[in-house]
Nanobody, 114 residues
């Protein structure tokens, strides 16, 4: 059974940092395209960042230069380092694994507010 479990969300002040983790079981993060998505209240879910099986990364323009996606194959975990956070980054953040099938985590809440 495939499981993706996000953690690391919370309340942070503007300009602060958080690191999200996505611990997986049942898949190998090294062979999947792993991604982070987010959904703000009243908005559609949007793509944030991805890392391919060949370690290529890409970011949404809104987070480029502030967020970094990475993975630890030994721990089968994917991370999202979020720096210089803004109130508009407030959302539920979801981990995604995509290959022949697509899997989602349950999400973790990130709130950026003073």
């Amino acid at each position: 059974q495939v499981q993706l479990v996000e953690s690391g969300g919370g309340l942070v002040q503007p300009g602060g940092s958080l690191r999200l983790s996505c611990a997986t079981s049942g898949i190998l993060v090294s062979v999947y395209t792993m991604g982070w998505y987010r959904q703000a209240p009243g908005k559609q879910r949007e793509w944030v960042a991805i890392i391919s099986s060949s370690s290529n990364t890409d970011y949404a323009d809104s987070v480029k230069g502030r967020f970094i996606i990475s993975r630890d194959s030994a721990k089968n975990t994917v991370y999202l380092q979020m720096n210089s956070l803004k109130p508009e980054d407030t959302a539920i953040y979801y981990c995604n694994a995509r290959q022949s099938r697509t899997y989602w985590g349950q999400g973790t809440q990130v709130t950026v507010s003073s």
